[in-house]
């Protein structure tokens, strides 16, 4: 579900409490119990008391991302985890834009976000919000058009960059559009690499500037062996609930600030 809450009111005025600056979410009641535990505790629900909202009226943001990434290092759960990609934002022009501008990105002068369907941002080639940063423009564009990928410069050994072309490569075949020619090197067995992988390399470079003269092998591992060793632990928790340490080599094991070997490379 993708929702979109208007924090004015149709005079202008700010909407009382309005979540702007906070974050939601919605609990269905998976029987006749919890619904009436809805109502006992005084959650806000619909009319049939299944549903329930629950509400902060803040959200820390980057501050909270360390939990996130501890969630997934440690117990391997993500904070969130969709199905599908349902939904994108493309990057819009807030003016007439020139060739040869660089864009600055989210919440600067020059775009503006555009909420699309997953499939219509493939259409269209669109250029997602998040990394129209930095990027130069190869050609005009027109104020309130949609930017794609053809009209900035970009490269896909820049690591954001290819994951997200891995991302539409990978939707595409999912739901038959067809996979467009990209030049990326990166092999991801599963949309879940891309979050184990971004949880790992912070904590890996993390460890290089605390143990600079650490001589064990996973402080030269490369992308791509951080990619292998994701994969492999995602193919693991799949098998079973919590990744055991039996049968796994003693070479290239990387521990993690949980205190002990979370990846390791089979024999």
Not at 44 to 50: H, L, P, V
Not at 139 to 146: F, T
Request: charged fraction near 30%.
């Amino acid at each position: 579900m993708v929702e979109v809450v208007s924090c004015l009111e149709l005079d202008g005025r700010d909407v009382y409490n309005d979540i702007r600056w906070g974050v939601y979410v919605v609990i269905e009641a998976p029987g006749e119990y919890q619904r009436e535990c809805f109502a006992q505790y005084g959650l806000k629900t619909d009319s049939s008391g299944r549903y329930a909202v629950q509400y902060k009226p803040f959200h820390l943001i980057g501050l909270e991302l360390g939990v996130s990434v501890a969630n997934i290092m440690c117990r391997g759960e993500p904070t969130g985890q969709t199905k599908t990609w349902k939904a994108d934002v493309v990057a819009t022009a807030k003016r007439d834009l020139k060739a040869g501008e660089k864009l600055d990105g989210e919440g600067g002068f020059m775009v503006y976000g555009k909420l699309f369907p997953a499939q219509r941002s493939l259409e269209i080639e669109g250029l997602p919000i998040g990394l129209a940063h930095g990027l130069v423009l190869k050609q005009d564009v027109k104020k309130d058009h949609c930017l794609s990928w053809q009209d900035v410069e970009f490269s896909e050994d820049h690591q954001a960059v290819a994951v997200r072309r891995r991302m539409e490569d990978l939707y595409r075949q999912e739901s038959g559009l067809g996979k467009q020619p990209s030049t990326s090197t990166f092999d991801f067995r599963l949309e879940r690499v891309h979050a184990i992988t971004y949880a790992m390399l912070p904590l890996i470079e993390e460890r290089r500037q605390l143990h600079p003269h650490d001589k064990v092998p996973s402080q030269r591992l490369g992308l791509k062996r951080v990619e292998a060793l994701a994969t492999q632990f995602i193919d693991r928790s799949m098998e079973r609930d919590a990744p055991s340490q039996a049968n796994l080599g003693e070479e290239e094991v990387l521990s993690d600030s949980c205190g002990g070997p979370m990846f390791a490379q089979e024999q």
